[in-house]
């Protein structure tokens, strides 16, 4: 059974700092692994997805690596913004026709001005 | 385009009432999945359709759950009777056949007294 964890739970750090959070699953036969970004009283919304034949995705202030083999993945934020304050959870979809997307644990994020 | 549209936002019953949480997927979706997120266990699927055809229901905790597509622009997820256990944030989420995002919508916040 599939099991995707985040660390850590909770981080705090100050505007301007550049951060990595961390994701690892337990089955590496994914097909994809996403981020997501959700704010509080709000729905989801998909930040990056990477393939499982790629290495990583980036778009603007944000990076995404995908190490399958390690069951791992990380997400950087460059330089962060008080806006950054969300939390953020990754998903892998497993192999085959299933559309199932298996969620982590989430990292709240607080960025203090 | 609207987005996903969930109804009611905010949902307050007593023990052993029914509860009909309802969902309008974005136009020209054929996916259609239903979330149940709670601090203890995170964000899990419950089920989701294609097509209006449910495909995986693994996720349905018990069968005071059920969930109905009549058509490709609506589904209903209904519990009864609800428990206090049942108390979550309830999403619902749409996606388009050969894309890898899913859309959430703003989710419906369950307390059952």
Known sequence: KQEVTQI???????????????????????????????????????????????????????NASLDKSSGRSTLYIAASQPGDSATYLCAVRRGGATNKLIFGTGTLLAVQP | DAGVIQSPRHEVTEMGQEVTLRCKPISGHDYLFWYRQTMMRGLELLIYFNNNVPIDDSGMPEDRFSAKMPNASFSTLKIQPSEPRDSAVYFCASQLSGTDTQYFGPGTRLTVL
């Not at chain 1, 997805?49 to 290495?55: A, D, H, K, N, V």
């Open chain 1, 8 to 62: 850590p739970a909770a981080l705090s750090v100050p505007e301007g700092e550049n951060l990595v959070l961390n994701c690892s699953f337990t089955d590496s036969a994914i097909y994809n692994l996403q981020w997501f970004r959700q704010d509080p009283g709000k729905g989801l919304t998909s930040l990056l997805l990477i393939q499982s034949s790629q290495r990583e995705q980036t778009s603007g202030r944000l």
